[in-house]
């Protein structure tokens, strides 16, 4: 099943600098979210990813025409480093197909325009490119393929650490609830969705609030609760807290195995220096 991921979005709220690269180019350890999220679709035997590209697009390009197996296997290194043999490979059977889909695209145009790739597809994955999960992608797919939908998504409580006020007409405040607390569910990024999806959506729409939401009118729209991890990388903090989780080798999201944990910088190291 071919996987579309959104690699366009400026990242703004994740930059500190004059940075170039696109969000799902920030990384997670030694690889980009984006990578991260291609490895969760391959754990689940989706390797034919079709990125559709914006802002960025050159990064994206070059990091895979480019890619280094070195960073994230271990290998043998021969002949002074002009014969280096990775001792497991991380993409060798990926198919990735890089669309230029336009600077200030919104998100349904982008899947327009990476239509023509997905020829022959009944029912494809999409995904922004910057959010992870451990939700079963498997169980999920077979869900959908056993109805009649034109599209779902995965459906998740809200992140956010704010409070959402009860307030009177005399303006007090009689109490406070958190938003992750409330019988709510927001769009978690994670899609599955069938060719019809193509019927809803006009040039210039976005995939959401047009395309899903006419969809959802006729009843033909999806959500998939999922209560497990989930987490986006829309901003620093985010991303410091996902940095975080990848140095203490707890990374729900990485199906395909943990990294290794690092020595907390609080532990000391005995002094094994000798004596005498």
């Not at 180019?25 to 690889?31: A, D, E, V």
């Not at 779902?152 to 006020?165: C, G, I, R, T």
């Not at 620093?236 to 290794?260: F, I, N, S, T, V």
Request: hydrophobic share 35%.
């Amino acid at each position: 099943m071919k996987v579309v991921l959104f690699c366009g979005g400026y990242g703004l709220r994740m930059r500190a600098g004059e940075d170039s690269a696109p969000k799902p180019m920030m990384t997670i350890g030694h690889r980009p979210v984006l990578w991260h999220v291609m490895r969760y679709y391959a754990h689940y035997g989706h390797t034919d990813f079709i990125l559709a590209l914006g802002h960025g697009a050159q990064s994206v390009k070059s990091y895979f025409v480019n890619y280094d197996e070195t960073e994230s296997n271990d290998f043998v290194l021969r002949n002074g480093g002009r014969d280096v043999t990775p001792l497991r490979r991380d993409i060798d059977d990926w198919s990735i197909t890089f669309v230029d889909t336009g600077l200030e695209t919104p998100i349904g145009e982008r899947l327009r325009r990476v239509r023509p790739y997905l020829a022959g597809e009944t029912t494809f994955l999409a995904n922004y490119g910057d959010v992870l999960t451990d939700a079963p992608l498997d169980r999920i797919v077979a869900d959908f393929e056993g109805g009649d939908a034109v599209g779902n998504l995965l459906a998740v409580p809200p992140q956010d650490s704010f409070h959402v006020l009860d307030v009177d007409d005399q303006h007090r405040v009689r109490g406070f609830t958190p938003v992750r607390d409330m019988s709510m569910r927001i769009n978690g990024g994670y899609f599955v969705l069938r060719q019809r999806i193509f019927d809803y959506l006009n040039p210039g729409d976005d995939l959401v609030t047009d395309a899903a939401a006419k969809a959802a009118s006729d009843g033909l729209f999806q959500a998939v609760p999922h209560d497990g991890f989930w987490a986006p990388m829309d901003t620093l903090k985010e991303r410091a807290a996902l940095e975080e989780r990848y140095r203490r080798g707890d990374c729900p999201w990485m199906k395909w195995g943990q990294p290794p944990a690092h020595v907390s910088p609080s532990l000391s190291v005995p002094d094994v220096r000798p004596t005498g």
